[in-house]
């Protein structure tokens, strides 16, 4: 039997403005992947119900009260932007255990916020996003929007910066399969880090090894190299997107912007490889890599 990290096959799921046209298709997606979706946040729309393919799931006013009638413990935030802190920070007065944040071009004084309430609240929930895919362990549950089908249950954590490259390291160690994937983000401030997840990783009896994919910009990947030095005995292979990004430049995500040396793909593959991970020049290398690790294992 597999585990996972943060989302198990119990794991009960509520979704945060599950009227809009993201939070149907995705809810309808999750559920058809065979999560447990159990009802819907819309303040508006309380004490409605949203039926999907044959399946009723009500709305409920609040975070709090839909924990209360069917005992949610993870939250998937498909709020428009201007109202996403608001969604978060109603998440975390409710202490659910998980909110997944999948909005994007969410301003970063409201990250900002909500990030340190939940800290001055205790940090009793979990922060994965804003601007990601959200998490999925492949064969139990999938929360956001990552496809459900393109992966199997296996033995590897992935953690990543981007969504599409999260999707392809999927799809390319599809036949080895997944503990668990989850897709941070790459918003300049996050709330789960690269950091949290090789930690979660580590402690996680049915997982081997660790595929780490960062991306141009700030220094996460040098503060998980230092991580992964003290606290990480399982193997890590890596992947840091942009070594062609011209320097100056701001590449797809908002934090993946390059001043000086700090911050390039040559030096977080430097700190990476310094401390003993494997770094791939391209997602399909790095696939490569880490089927080597798995087959000596």
């Known amino acids: 039997m597999s585990m996972a990290i943060w989302l198990t096959e119990n794991s009960k799921i509520i979704v945060q ?27 508006r729309k309380a004490g409605q119900s949203v039926d ?35 969604a978060v920070v ?36 979990r922060i994965i996003g804003p601007n990601c895919p959200g998490i999925a362990s492949p ?21 990543s910066k981007s969504g599409t490259l999260t999707y392809q390291m999927m799809y390319e160690l599809r036949d080895i399969g997944f503990t668990t994937c989850v897709g941070i983000g790459g918003d300049p401030v996050i709330g789960t880090t690269h950091i949290d997840a090789l930690q979660a990783f580590q402690d996680d009896p049915d997982t081997d090894a660790i595929v780490m994919i960062g991306e141009i910009g700030g220094d996460a990947e040098e503060r998980a190299a230092a991580y992964i030095e003290q606290h990480v005995t399982k193997p890590v ?7 062609t990004a011209p320097e100056g430049k701001t590449m797809g995500h908002a934090g993946a912007i390059v001043s000086g040396s700090a911050g390039t793909a040559q030096a977080k593959k430097e700190a990476l490889e310094k401390v003993g991970v494997r770094v791939g020049k391209t997602p399909s290398e790095t696939a490569v890599l880490m089927r080597e690790i798995m087959q000596n294992l």
């Open 17 to 43: 403005g599950i009227t809009g046209s993201e939070g149907t298709k995705h809810g309808r997606r999750m559920l058809a992947s065979g999560a447990q979706v159990v009802g819907g946040v819309n303040a």
């Open 52 to 86: 999907f393919d044959g399946t009723s799931l009500p709305v409920f006013g609040t975070v709090k009260e839909a924990m209360e009638q069917t005992g949610a413990d993870v939250s998937v935030v498909f709020v428009p932007p201007k109202f996403t802190k608001d």
């Open 139 to 159: 064969g139990k549950s999938n929360a956001g929007i990552i496809p459900a089908d393109i992966t199997t249950p296996g033995r590897i954590g992935l953690v």
């Open 90 to 125: 109603e998440a975390i007065d409710a202490e659910i255990p998980l909110c997944v944040v999948i909005t994007e071009g969410i301003p970063v004084h409201d990250t900002a916020h909500f990030w340190a309430y939940a800290e001055r609240k205790g940090n009793k929930t």
């Open 237 to 243: 292979v890596g992947y840091v997107a942009g070594f």
